[in-house]
Structures are given as C-alpha cells and as structure tokens.
C-alpha cells in the first residue's frame, strides 16, 4: 500500500512517501510560509517513492496540537490528497510521533511542545503508551504532580525550552531531557501506522479537522 505522511506542525517541513521504490522522506525549515514549501516537497518525495498523489493508498497527518495554522496547511494538503485518490485520511497525534523514539523505554515521559505564552502542550507517557491526556499548562504545573523520586524523560523539539521554563524545580528531580527534531516526523507517522495497522488504516470518514486544544488569538478575541 502506498503511504504519504504530512506534517507541517513546526517551522520543519516533513513529508515522506512509502512506495515501489521504497520510503523517501524530505524536509525543509524555513521561516516562509509552509504553504510555498509543501507541494514542492511533496512531489519530490512521490516521485522518490515511486507513485503519483492519485495513487496514495492512506494519507497521514498531525492531528495536533500545534501551530494553528501549520495543522490547517497539512489537512488541507492531505485532505486533496484523499479526495484525488479516494484513500482513507488519518489523524497521527503530534505529542506520540515525539514520544514514538522511546516507545521501548520502560518509565515515565513527558513529550512537550511549545504552546507560546509561557505554556506548552504537554502528554504524560508511561512504558510507551499514553498515560493522560494533552495539557496545555506551564512548565511547573506539567510536572507538579509527578513523583520526583521517579525518573523523568522530557523530549519533544521544545524540551530544552520546557526545561529552562522549569528553573530550580529541574534540579528537584530525576529529570533527563532530550530534545527530539521535527525534520523525520512524518516517518515517525508511516513507522507508527505500519506498526499500529488496525488503528489507522481503516477509513476515518469522520475525521474533519485537527485537535488544537485551545482556541486561537481571533477566537479569544471575540
């Protein structure tokens, strides 16, 4: 089956294509707007890959959280993609891609991602799968009620930043942090769709639009 992942959740770019020719992944990060980058590299990695966009057995995408407008940009570009080759569109959870690299890891982790404002998205993970749900809070009020004797993974591409957020409250516990980059996510999709089979590669009709957790500047404004 030929797979195409999306993801355009950070300032990184990443598509990546699994075909006849084998899985391609390409990215770019740039300050411009991702909508000028990612036809172009989307093309470039079904060529790689060996098949056209109409040819797409399941398209992946971030789900969220995530810049609003990054998840806008890959749902939409994913959503073409469905209706062009008539596949299912499935949603892959932004914090698990980060989490995805220490699945085997037997203990607690928290992947996190900068939500501006002094706040981060935030999911608790324990022996490699879920253990809560996606929090928007600040640095503190994230690791407040975990156990400091217990040792603490911290990763996603803003850990470093979640970490400095943390201040002396970093050195109260067993605490590792591990940055992770944003430019191979959309393998980690086709990786965690090919492993997870049942999840998603069913159709998901009803998949309309991403999680954002909070609502935008506009709509708070109102």
């Known amino acids: 089956m030929n797979l195409l992942a999306i993801d355009t959740v950070s300032r990184t770019v990443s598509v990546?294509?699994?075909?006849?020719?084998?899985?391609?992944?390409?990215?770019?990060?740039?300050?411009?707007?991702?909508?000028?980058?990612?036809?172009?590299?989307?093309n470039a990695a079904l060529d790689q890959a060996g098949f056209a966009a109409g040819e797409t057995g399941l398209v992946l995408c971030a789900e969220g959280p995530g810049s609003f407008t990054g998840l806008r940009i890959a749902f939409a570009a994913?959503?073409?993609?469905?209706?062009?080759?008539d596949c299912p569109l499935v949603p892959v959870p932004t914090l698990t891609c980060y989490a995805e690299q220490f699945r085997a890891w037997k203990g607690s982790l928290l992947s996190v991602l900068d939500a501006k404002k002094k706040r981060f998205y935030v999911q608790l993970f324990s022996n490699g799968a879920p253990a809560g749900e996606v929090r928007d809070c600040s640095a503190e009020e994230a690791v407040e009620s975990l156990d400091p004797a217990l040792p603490l993974i911290i990763t996603g591409p803003d850990a470093g930043l979640f970490a400095a957020s943390l201040g002396t409250v970093l050195n109260t516990g067993q605490f590792t942090v591990i940055p992770c980059g944003t430019d191979g996510i959309s393998r980690t999709m086709v990786e965690i769709a090919l492993r997870e089979r049942t999840d998603y590669t069913g159709n998901r009709d009803d998949y309309s639009a991403p999680i954002y957790v909070r609502k935008s500047d506009a709509e708070t404004a109102r």
């Open 16 to 42: 990546t294509a699994d075909g006849p020719r084998g899985r391609c992944t390409v990215s770019f990060a740039s300050k411009i707007q991702h909508a000028e980058t990612l036809l172009s590299l989307m």
């Open 78 to 85: 994913a959503k073409g993609v469905q209706l062009a080759s």
